[in-house]
């Protein structure tokens, strides 16, 4: 037997936490870097939290989507300007992603092409306080940051078990204000974590492995973690997306989206991720109506390697599956991940957001390339087989009957 855990050295998950920012930042440091976009500093919420830090402070308002590196430039020069010692981000995954970069070139210096790939960090950042106002990328405990650089084709990540938060402030209450696009795309990018991680392909590994790597293949923990996540967002992605006011909802989501990061920081991602990389780049569109649209096509090219973890996830998010075979339960589950999302408004196919047919085999052997997630794809990995994937998910073509919107169960 051989298990890994990693994670912040606090996780607070709940309505209210947020309340306890100002005392952990002020234990962790007196030189405040504050990262959040614009967009929040606007809210009641985040501008109290804000105002309520001690200390010196400087605040970096200025994060884009996506973490283009010229944000990266001008956050560390704010972090220089107060001679940070503590980073706080408050924001969704490119908040927390910048705030990440930021407080590793803070500590080891040079740039973010230093430390591209996995395990470059060479040793521990100064303290990041992560506070997350979406559910959401996981962000605020996994071992990654996801950068854009102008000079490469795709998005490139920095994967160190270095760059884990040290506090993760998980308050459902400030994602209320998500509204209903951002929800939507966040929240299907978790259950994509939660269902990559469980149907990713296991992968044996030695003892040096859990130090040298950060991604580890799934695992019994992992599955745990991957079902309970899966749970929760099954029972309240739709509720979320149509009634942002929905408080159960929102804390299922917080919940969920922490309880499928800790999922994917070990097990890793997959295929839907690694396809993601081109079609983002190429389409403009965000992270998770990518990953989301692209799920179905992917667990369908892998359906002979993964039925029975299919059938598994059907009982896990509701679906009345008693009697059923495992093939039929697989088909369940599948169908009903269709009608989730459509209902939260996932384009179909491809065609839908602009692909062009031609670039589909040049964008499979690019997303063959991204190894950490590929090596996971419990389907063939290929880039004739990843060619097929994004075929099928450019004309629409599933292995079981296709979803009309007044057919299949909600
Ligand atoms: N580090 C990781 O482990 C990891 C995992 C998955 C994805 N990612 C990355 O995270 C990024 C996506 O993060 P995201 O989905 O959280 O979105 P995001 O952080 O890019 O935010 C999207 C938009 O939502 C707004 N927003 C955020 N919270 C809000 C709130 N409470 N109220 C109103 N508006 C709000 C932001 O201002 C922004 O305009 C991508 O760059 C993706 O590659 C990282
Ligand atoms: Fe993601």
Redesign the pocket.
């Known amino acids: 037997m051989l298990e890994t855990v990693r994670g912040p050295r606090q996780l607070i998950v709940g309505e209210g936490v947020a309340q306890n920012i100002p005392r952990v930042v002020a234990e962790s440091g007196s030189r405040v870097l504050i990262v959040t976009?614009?967009?929040?500093l606007g809210?009641p919420a985040?501008a109290e939290i804000v105002a309520a830090v001690r200390g010196r402070v400087e605040v970096f308002s200025d994060?884009t989507?996506?973490?283009p590196l010229t944000d990266v430039d001008l956050a560390v020069a704010a972090a220089a300007a107060v001679d940070a010692d503590v980073i706080l981000a408050v924001?969704?995954?490119?908040?927390?992603?910048l705030a990440?970069i930021v407080g590793v070139i803070r500590r080891h210096g040079g740039s973010p092409r230093d430390y591209y790939g996995e395990s470059r960090v060479p040793g521990p950042t100064i303290p990041l306080i992560a506070v997350?106002?979406?559910s959401?990328?996981?962000?605020e405990l996994?071992?990654?940051?996801?950068l854009?650089d102008p000079d490469r084709e795709l998005?490139v990540g920095v994967s160190s078990v270095h760059i884990v938060p040290d506090f993760a402030i998980v308050d459902p209450e400030?994602?209320?204000?998500?509204?209903a696009g951002?929800t939507a795309?966040?929240g299907i990018?978790a259950f994509c974590?939660a269902v990559e991680s469980y149907t990713a392909r296991p992968r044996p590994h030695g003892p040096r492995d859990p130090v040298e790597q950060v991604f580890l293949g799934r695992n019994p923990i992992t599955d745990h973690y991957a079902l309970r996540a899966a749970e929760r967002i099954a029972r309240s992605l739709r509720r979320a997306v149509l009634d942002g006011g929905d408080k159960d909802a929102r804390a299922d989501m917080s919940y969920g989206s922490m309880l499928a990061?800790i999922a994917?920081?070990h097990a890793g991602n997959a295929a839907p991720?690694a396809l993601q990389y081109p079609i983002?780049a190429a389409t403009h569109t965000?992270?998770?109506l990518g990953v989301g649209l692209l799920l179905p096509y992917a667990l369908d090219a892998a359906r002979h390697a993964i039925g029975d973890r299919l059938a598994t996830l059907a009982g896990v998010c509701g679906l009345d599956v008693a009697g059923a075979s495992e093939a039929e339960a697989a088909d369940a589950f599948l169908t009903w991940l269709d009608r989730l999302l459509a209902d939260i408004g996932i384009p179909a196919t491809l065609a839908d957001i602009g692909v062009a047919r031609a670039d589909l085999p040049r964008f499979a052997e690019m997303a063959g390339g991204v190894t950490r997630l590929i090596q996971n794809h419990p389907g063939p990995t290929d880039t004739a087989g990843l060619t097929a994937v994004l075929e099928a998910a450019w004309t629409g073509e599933r292995t079981r009957p296709v979803l009309t919107l007044d057919s299949g169960p909600s």
């Open positions: 976009d614009r967009v929040l809210q985040v994060a989507p996506d973490v924001g969704g995954g490119t908040v927390i992603d990440k997350p106002t979406t959401g990328t996981g962000s996994t071992p990654v940051s996801v854009t998005k400030l994602t209320y204000t998500c509204p951002v795309h966040s990018d974590h990061g994917f920081s991720h983002g965000p992270h998770g």
